[in-house]
């Protein structure tokens, strides 16, 4: 995932809190600029539709990317860390936190908060689209919501495509029969004889995967 889609995700830009924050139109898109701390390097944001940027070598006005490598050092990690701490200015400024992006992975959400009076808790500075729910009487999760690359959990997909999923605790003998159930895979990132991965996308309905969170809730 590219730095700009992590810094932004989950969040709703709005068009004239860039103007304010002093973006310029530029045709259909609008640009800022800004001299990073390293003066020879500038960053240039673009907005259409999503946030795109680039940095560049103000004495050669050539583009730089090393910066892009993940765990770099050195003078390229210094350039990558400038680069987010303007990306997330830019979101803080002018955007708008939207827990989940997709209406069913929304109605799930209330569904829970509704029935078991339980928040989801934002437990990774990381993943900060992963949330957790807990079941108050004995504080264990029940319920996990994230988001992933498709070909994560479908491993029949060859799609990079980012989709929200929610890991669900199980009745282990239950495991055979929900696995052969479009929609509902091995759990990600999590036991995978206990826990099964749902992909939020309308494959099954809300109330099938309801059905689900209360099993989990009763299994835990």
């Known amino acids: 995932m590219k730095i700009e889609e992590t810094v932004f995700q989950n969040y709703n830009i709005d068009k004239n809190k860039l103007i304010t924050y002093g973006f310029k139109k530029n045709g259909n898109k609008l640009l800022f600029e800004k001299i990073l701390s390293k003066e020879d390097f500038k960053a240039v944001i673009e907005f ?17 990317t090393n910066f892009r490598i993940e765990n770099s050092v050195g003078f390229s990690s210094e350039i990558r860390e400038d680069f987010i701490k303007l990306l997330t200015d830019i979101r803080d400024n002018c955007s708008e936190k939207q827990l989940y992006q997709s209406t069913q992975t929304q109605n799930i959400n209330k569904y829970i908060v509704e029935t078991y009076k339980d928040s989801p808790e934002f437990l990774w500075e990381k993943f900060p689209t992963y949330a957790i729910y807990r079941k108050q009487e004995n504080n264990k999760w029940y319920a996990l919501f994230g988001s992933v690359g498709l070909n994560k959990v479908d491993k029949t997909s060859k799609s990079t495509e980012i989709v929200e999923i929610i890991n669900l605790k199980i009745d282990k003998n239950d495991l055979d029969e929900l696995l052969n159930i479009n929609g509902i895979y091995e759990a990600y990132h999590m036991n995978k004889k206990n826990w099964v991965t749902v992909i939020l996308n309308g494959t099954l309905s809300d109330k099938e995967i309801c059905d689900l969170v209360d099993k989990s809730y009763k299994n835990i």
């Open 48 to 64: 259409d539709k999503q946030i795109n940027g680039k940095i560049f070598d103000i004495t050669t006005d050539e583009e730089y």
